[in-house]
């Protein structure tokens, strides 16, 4: 009988060992405002975390945002974040606006955030937030919303193998070092309007099903979206590409738009499929980088 028990127990141990235990979404926040480092692994949280509830913050009076005047109230994240194979099942709050009241509430992360392989089961809102030191999303899936506009990143940036579910909003986001998104999947709008890329960007084996807006988007270095695929319209309308871009082996199966949009060498169009209709009125091939 102790035998069979043992057998039992050793059989079972792979299943417990990938066990998700569950946690409230109000302990992380207690850790954080103790000034401790949020590490989790195979693991649930319940509930919002938000981080208005974060004790160390300051009101400034003076953070400009179109059309509004708010009172902004920023709160200071000191302690690193550290996910892997977790499940959020509320709200990732670091950005509210609170129009009854005229207040804008964002969290800024002055440690590293590290968030692998995790499913966000609900909208992951960090608009206006600030990223000083790593920020790594590699293999993640966001269920809802995941609102990165306006974002700033400080360090290179990993969101290789990312599933975007629903819209993902990266509408004038800063990114400052290299980028990668490399065989991600964007079910719904990829909005990266305005955005900025200070170095090298990959795009390569990306899905895009929706809505791929690029329009205006500033690329400094090299770009690749070789081997990607756009299903809906793709939107590159005024877009510039001071450094070269690579469109080997993509496929546009809807209206690609690169009206007025500026090519400088290298260019890489190799056995590139365009199968709907196609706009490059006014567009330009230079050899010399606009500097």
């Known amino acids: 009988m102790k035998n069979l028990f043992l057998t039992i127990t050793l059989s079972l141990f792979p299943f417990l060992a990938f066990m998700q235990i569950s ?4 302990e992380i926040i207690t850790k954080l405002n103790k000034g401790e480092a949020a590490h989790y692994e195979n ?3 319940s509930g919002d975390i938000d981080f208005r509830l974060i004790e160390d913050k300051d009101k400034d009076f003076d953070f400009e945002v179109f059309f509004k005047d708010n009172v902004t109230y920023k709160y200071h994240i000191n302690a690193p974040l550290k996910f892997s194979n977790c499940i959020f099942k509320g709200k990732f709050i670091a950005y509210f606006n609170d129009d009854d009241n005229d207040e804008l509430h964002i969290a800024l992360f ?3 955030v590290v968030f692998n392989k995790c499913t966000f089961k609900d909208d992951f809102l960090v608009k206006y937030s600030e990223f ?3 920020a790594s999303f590699p293999g993640n899936t966001f269920e809802e919303l995941a609102l990165f506009k306006y974002v700033e990143f400080e360090s290179e940036i990993d969101f290789t193998n990312s599933v975007f579910e629903d819209d993902a909003n990266f509408k004038y986001t800063k990114f400052s070092k290299y980028t990668n998104f490399s065989n991600s999947k964007f079910r719904e709008e990829a909005n990266f309007k305005y955005s900025e ?3 090298k960007i990959e795009f390569v084996n990306c899905e895009f099903y929706d809505l791929a807006n690029f329009k205006y988007t500033d690329f400094d270095e090299y770009v690749d979206f070789s081997g990607s695929k ?3 319209d793709a939107i590159f309308k005024y877009t510039k590409f001071p450094d070269g871009v690579s469109f080997e082996n993509a496929y546009f199966d809807d209206f690609a738009d690169f009206k007025y ?4 060498d290298p260019v890489n169009l190799n056995n590139v499929t365009f199968d709907g209709e196609t706009s490059f009125k006014y567009t330009g091939r230079l050899k010399v980088r606009n500097l």
Do not use: G, P, R, W
């Not at 946690?23 to 109000?26: G, S, T």
């Not at 949009?261 to 400088?264: G, L, P, T």
């Open 132 to 134: 000083d030191k790593l």
């Open 261 to 264: 949009a500026k090519f400088y």
């Open 43 to 45: 693991v649930t949280i």
């Open 23 to 26: 946690i409230d979404a109000n």
């Open 110 to 112: 002055h440690e590293d």
């Open 197 to 199: 890329f200070e170095d």
């Open 230 to 232: 756009f299903q809906s």
